[in-house]
């Protein structure tokens, strides 16, 4: 075995797998046993980590909480100082519903939510934590003891009561935390330790101690899907799929003249900035007509220096521009097809951006300058959570877009 070899087999984190071998005549104890129950929990755990990731695999929702829940209850805490005046519809209101559902933390525990609870979020943020108006709600697997037993006899080589629980019961904890938590950074993990236990569902913004908590407060995007790892997918574009810009507009748009205009578009996380190569973002102009009447042309394009909002570095980026670098107009009756190779630009771990367009609908940049694109009905992703993006979970793919040019 290589040096290479040894040092990637110590950092696999993974306890020595051992079972019990029964013999005739053989004496067994608690320790045998509990020691069994152990090592199926561990091939158990080992294979859903490794095999299939971790994060919500379903429900486990944060919703606001139904207005019979909002009063505080005749025993809720005193008010502190100061707030002695307030009346009682004055008393810290601010609560969240978590539904029912089933996560697996990155230990390969399975966290099962069987009925929906209400989180009083003022009590079970820590008081060192309470100066902030953004919190973020998670839960983290849990075991406590339960059904206390009578020993039949003591063992005479321990220290024990008469009475041991029975019985040890897997639930869960909720987590309320003010600081932002930090984000699982690793490419692989199976392999690696795990150091966050606690699975994030939402975080809430502007939080009103006093108020309920609104429905627009609860972002669920901070939320991990189950999976082996998080693809990194488009997350908004500056241009409105499907519509119907004027001439102008569109000369505006793709900085036909203009230095600082391009299509924009943006990732979910960084991705390699030496992977935007030539061919990897195509402008095809249908021209309008129909039939044999109908042509098309490509439109020159080059990537644009990376923006400043990007962290800075060359390496990688958390988005790009790209602009028109001929003087061919669009006309009347065009249609622009703007294609963007994903499986083509890396992310961080060299995987390729899960970029598949579902739907159309991933959202503008900057939603509250443009008008928004009329789609119908689904207005939720098929996860049920949060805004729209690129991707299917398979990962790569073409991400296809286009809008119309009318002189007027």
């Known amino acids: 075995m290589t040096e290479t070899e040894t040092s990637r087999t110590e950092e696999f984190d993974a306890p020595p797998l051992r079972r019990l071998r029964y013999f005739h005549g053989q004496m067994l104890g608690a320790r045998d046993f509990q020691r069994e129950q152990e090592y199926h929990r561990e091939k158990l755990r080992l294979r859903m980590r490794c095999l299939l990731g971790y994060g919500v695999v379903c429900g486990l929702h944060v919703e606001p909480a139904p207005r019979d829940e909002d009063d505080c209850p ?157 693809p990194t997918v488009i997350t908004g574009i500056n241009w409105i799929h499907g519509h119907t810009y004027t001439i102008d507009e569109a000369k505006a748009l793709l900085g036909t003249q203009d230095q600082d205009g391009g299509l924009v578009v943006r990732f979910s996380a960084d991705v390699r900035s030496d992977t935007l190569r030539p061919g990897v973002v195509e402008l095809q102009v249908i021209e309008g007509g129909s039939g044999r009447n109908a042509s098309t042309w490509y439109m020159g394009g080059a990537f644009a220096e990376p923006d400043a909002e990007s962290d800075g570095c060359d390496e990688f980026t958390e988005g790009f521009r790209y602009r028109q670098t001929t003087r061919e107009t669009l006309q009347d009756g065009d249609r622009l097809l703007i294609t963007v190779r994903a499986a083509f630009i890396l992310d961080r771990c060299c995987r390729p951006v899960d970029g598949t367009h579902v739907g159309g609908r991933v959202p503008t940049i900057d939603a509250e300058a443009t008008p928004a694109a009329a789609h119908g009905g689904c207005h939720l992703p098929p996860s049920g959570i949060g805004p729209w993006t690129s991707g299917t979970g398979a990962g790569g793919d073409v991400f296809e877009s286009w809008f119309f040019v009318k002189e007027r």
Not at 77 to 95: M, Y
Not at 128 to 152: H, L
Not at 203 to 210: K, N, T
């Open 74 to 230: 005749p025993d809720a805490e005193a008010p502190a100082e100061g707030e002695a005046d307030r009346t009682e519809h004055t008393r810290r209101r601010a609560k969240v519903k978590l539904t029912p559902g089933l996560a697996v933390d990155c230990d390969g525990n399975e966290v099962v939510v069987r009925g929906g609870c209400v989180i009083d979020l003022w009590k079970a943020l820590p008081p060192d934590e309470r100066d902030t108006d953004t919190v973020w709600v998670g839960i983290e697997y849990a075991e406590r003891p339960v059904e206390p037993t009578r020993a039949v006899y003591n063992d005479a080589c321990a220290d024990t009561s008469d009475c041991e629980f029975g019985w040890t019961e897997e639930c869960h904890k909720v987590r309320v935390t003010g600081c932002e938590p930090p984000v699982d950074e690793r490419c692989d993990t199976c392999c690696s330790p795990c150091e966050h236990k606690v699975l994030w569902l939402a975080r809430i913004d502007c939080v009103d101690w006093y108020e309920p908590v609104r429905r627009d407060q609860i972002h669920m995007n901070v939320r991990r899907p189950f999976g082996r790892h998080l």
